[in-house]
């Protein structure tokens, strides 16, 4: 695929395909808040291929009470309650969407540094930001980069992250120092 500009323009010269799915979802979501907004909706919950964004709170005045999924659990079975409202939160992985050849399993996820599936630990990765789209980039960031480079990066910006590593005794959470605050949070709260 070859880009030129500006004007930009992207032109292949073979049958290529172009995912935009490390972004695409979350600035989805955020487009539909800012028309909820323009429209005077300040209490909600969007979810597109779970890339999530709250406001305000839900009808029983609480904050969202959104849910993070263990990766070796059934899904829509949640190891960890959030409870959110005005941020976002975007999780990318590799327990669902992966490929098996030659009895090996190949994450989805392409590390842009070697153009291969990565490999490593790195099971799943929960960040949450102002926006969608900002959380959707950050967690398929953290997910190329691994468990260790991932975690000191959101440690050295200030990111909130939860991230499950797969280890030889199952899964082991880490999360940054950011991310501390939500994961004693619960979701049980009263509005004011």
Known sequence: IELDGPPWRAR?????????????????VDRVA?????RGVTNYMIEIGGEIRTAGRNAERRKWRIGVEQPDAPPGTPVLALALSGESVSTSGDYREFFES????????????????VEHGLASVSVLADTCMRAD?????????????????????????YLV??????????????????????????SP
């Open 12 to 28: 292949k010269h073979a049958v290529r395909e172009v995912e935009l799915s490390a972004i695409a979802p979350g600035y989805a």
């Open 34 to 38: 800012a028309a909820f907004v323009a």
């Open 102 to 117: 030659g009895g090996r399993r190949y994450s989805h996820t392409i590390d842009p540094r070697t153009r291969r599936p």
């Open 137 to 161: 980039a950050l967690s398929t960031a953290i997910m190329v980069l691994g468990p260790d480079a991932g975690l000191a990066l959101a440690e050295r910006e200030g990111i909130a992250a």
């Open 165 to 190: 590593v797969r280890t030889d005794n199952g899964f082991e959470p880490r999360y940054s120092t950011a991310f501390e605050p939500y994961r004693a949070s619960g979701g049980d709260e009263e």
